[in-house]
């Protein structure tokens, strides 16, 4: 299989039953980081998740009953799949109306109003995502503290507040999460992005059933690891070191599970490294250069955009041809 995941059929996949396969092999690579946000950020993280998986689903099932007049297809794990991805992009106090407005954007706009599963021209959750964060900017950059002592706090949208190690770097503060912190979660941010290992678990899982292939997540993090650190080469007291960058925000889950989306990602190994450089160059220009301290979904929209030229101009020759 040389395409990359599981929003929509491969072209080298045939029947639904494979691609229901590929999905749920998908939400089985997503437990761990599912389980390291529920220790964290505790019953917002499941109450986060629910909301949004329920939403989902029951928008896809609604609008392909009543609105497209065909047989809805729910049990082939696509909406659910977009639910847990977009819950894993949000703060895990984020009221539960605006996770529902949030999932019927991803649905109604970003994948249905396309024709649904296969058509789409973005990633769906991400759409979810960013029209969130444009719509309401404050609820959606408003991070839970973590606690490592309190496994599974009972707090919800009353818990304690502060920032993400982003936007500590954005503010210029010098005391930030240790590595081992990064790697294992215990810092704010999204509920599904904040443990590197956990997500690198899932990569490995992914890999090892073919559900994925490296080019795109490695190549992706390979050219956010090298913008990075040439700044930080020229200027340390400015610039970061690019192991932060790798380990903070949002960078893994998108690499791993949002940018290697199946329609809106190249067909050929080599448009996917192009599309891979493309989404770490714009990664990491918004996070040095923007006002804002994130740029990965930005990036990885952008990108799906600008696929059907990638997949025009990198295409795979034919037996004879020149």
């Not at 491969?10 to 529920?38: E, T």
């Not at 599963?117 to 960013?130: F, K, S, T």
């Not at 590595?179 to 979660?185: D, K, N, P």
Request: aromatic share 10%.
């Amino acid at each position: 299989m040389e395409n990359s995941l599981y929003v929509s059929p491969s072209p080298h996949i045939h029947g639904g039953d494979s691609i229901s396969k590929n999905m749920y092999g998908v939400l089985i690579a997503l437990i761990p980081a599912f389980l390291v946000s529920l220790y964290y950020f505790g019953l917002g993280a499941l109450i986060v998740t629910l909301v949004s998986v329920v939403s989902c689903v029951l928008f896809e099932y609604l609008i392909q009953k009543f609105i497209m007049k065909k047989e809805p297809t729910i049990t082939d794990g696509s909406a659910m799949l977009t639910g847990v991805l977009l819950a894993f992009n949000l703060p895990s106090n984020l009221p539960v109306w605006i996770i529902i407005l949030g999932a019927l954007f991803a649905i109604g706009v970003a994948k249905m109003s396309f024709g649904g599963l296969g058509n789409n021209i973005v990633n769906p959750a991400l759409a979810g995502r960013v029209f969130l964060l444009i719509s309401f900017p404050a609820q959606m950059t408003t991070w839970p503290l973590v606690d490592a002592t309190a496994a599974f706090p009972l707090t919800y949208t009353d818990a304690e507040t502060g920032a993400t190690v982003l936007s500590l770097l954005n503010e210029g503060v010098k005391e930030l999460p240790s590595y081992t912190s990064l790697l294992i979660g215990c810092h704010g941010g999204s509920l599904g992005e904040v443990s590197a290992v956990a997500l690198l678990l899932g990569f490995a899982y992914m890999l090892w059933k073919k559900i994925i292939t490296w080019h795109i997540p490695v190549t992706m993090i390979v050219t956010v690891f090298v913008f990075t650190g040439i700044m930080h080469l020229v200027n340390p007291e400015v610039y970061a070191s690019p192991f932060l960058h790798i380990l903070s925000g949002g960078l893994m889950l998108g690499a791993i599970f949002m940018a290697t989306d199946y329609v809106t990602s190249p067909m050929t190994k080599k448009g996917m490294v192009i599309y891979a450089i493309g989404i770490g160059l714009l990664t990491s220009i918004i996070r040095l250069f923007g006002s804002y301290p994130e740029g990965v979904s930005f990036a990885i929209l952008i990108m799906n955009l600008l696929t059907p030229l990638i997949n025009m101009y990198v295409k795979p020759k034919h037996f004879g041809e020149k």
